[in-house]
């Protein structure tokens, strides 16, 4: 396994493109393309939030088929709670890029980010479309990347290659960040031969692995989605290279998440936490889980105060078997990381989980988020 540069696009046969069509304030890119030059296995995970928005319901429909050639995704504006008219310009979103691309309208998967509850500027989008198909180039990862951002500071983006397979991806994700999947954009593109429910089992576990373990205020999004396209143009089969390419899965959502993570609404620091010697997983990512949720925690993360008093605290609301007795923790502090490791002294599963510090920009951001 081996990073290499082009992101969303470094697996053969997929472009990308990101444009300005002028849903931010800011003039910023907010329109994003990822398109594979021949059908593709596809396959997707979502919010769990009761409130979902216009394309999570299209999309959740679309993957019905299995296949799909293209991902359009808008950030400044949530299509979320908008009624009958935010689900027709979801389809709108749909149909126009299909045609654009002259593919099906079933091979096209939608998403949206931003303010909630305000309607789509759908005119703007219908506009840009065609501009952003003319985009499409084997060198636009990072623009597409660019374009899903909110409030993020930085773009997120991998590739790497499995042996012949690459495996690549996107993401956004700053705030409204909780376990309970989903809890950003992350868009993965692998040029992998792989049998469409085997590629479902394999996002699951991998997101259960990465994306369910970060938290930045515990808020779930309503928009949210992992969407994971195989076109099958490397020419080898997942069925030979299932591990590798299950433990490639894996990284490419782990490096994602980390970056979530590491670029939460206002802060300064990275929390890793590895939770180990639990009686099974459940415990472990139970544990972890109120460790990097724990507001008290990620506070005195922020403040340098190595208080055991908060780890005590965020393990013990939870239902995960403990031997205190043998209970052991180290909390090491770092300049941009801390890493906070705990036994609980019951087995041998493990698990982990990444978070950030609590800071007062954190207030700021959201004090002011649709003003």
């Not at 593709?40 to 299995?66: D, E, H, I, M």
Request: charged share 25%.
């Amino acid at each position: 396994m081996k990073k290499v540069k082009g992101g969303v696009c470094a697996p053969r046969g997929f472009l990308a493109s990101g444009i300005a069509c002028g849903l931010k304030k800011s003039g910023k890119p907010d329109l994003a393309l990822i398109y594979s030059e021949v059908p593709a296995a596809a396959v997707g995970v979502f919010t769990t939030n009761q409130v979902k928005a216009a394309p999570v319901y299209v999309s959740l429909k679309q993957l019905r088929k299995g296949k799909a050639q293209a991902i359009i995704a808008n950030a400044g504006n949530a299509n979320c709670w908008t009624g009958q008219k935010g689900m027709m310009d979801a389809l709108t979103m749909v149909s126009k890029t299909a045609k654009a691309l002259s593919i099906r309208e079933s091979s096209v998967l939608v998403a949206s980010t931003g303010v909630i509850a305000k309607p789509l500027p759908i005119a703007k989008i219908k506009k840009g479309i065609p501009r952003l198909v003319r985009s499409l180039s084997k060198s636009g990862s990072t623009k597409a990347a660019q374009a899903i951002l909110t409030t993020d500071t930085r773009i997120k983006e991998v590739a790497i290659k499995v042996g012949s397979i690459t495996i690549a991806g996107i993401a956004k994700g700053s705030g409204m960040i909780a376990p309970g999947m989903a809890t950003m954009f992350a868009f993965i593109t692998t040029d992998a031969q792989i049998n469409k429910d085997l590629f479902q089992k394999l996002i699951r576990r991998a997101v259960a692995k990465s994306f369910n373990m970060v938290s930045v205020d515990n808020c779930m999004s309503t928009n949210d989605c992992v969407l994971a396209l195989a076109n099958g143009l490397s020419g080898v089969r997942v069925g030979r290279r299932g591990a590798e390419f299950a433990k490639g899965l894996e990284y490419v959502c782990e490096y994602l998440a980390k970056e979530i993570a590491r670029d939460g609404e206002g802060a300064k620091k990275l929390m890793a936490v590895k939770v180990s010697g639990a009686k099974d997983e459940k415990d472990a990512r139970a544990a972890a889980s109120a460790i990097i949720n724990s507001f008290l925690l990620k506070a005195a993360v922020y403040g340098r105060d190595k208080n055991v008093g908060r780890i005590l605290q965020a393990v013990g609301t939870t239902s995960a078997k403990v031997d205190w007795d043998k209970f052991k923790f180290d909390w090491k502090i770092g300049s941009k990381e801390d890493v906070i490791a705990v036994k609980l002294g019951v087995g041998k599963a493990h698990a982990l989980g990444w978070g950030c510090d609590l800071t007062e920009g954190y207030v700021r951001i959201n004090a002011k988020y649709t003003t």
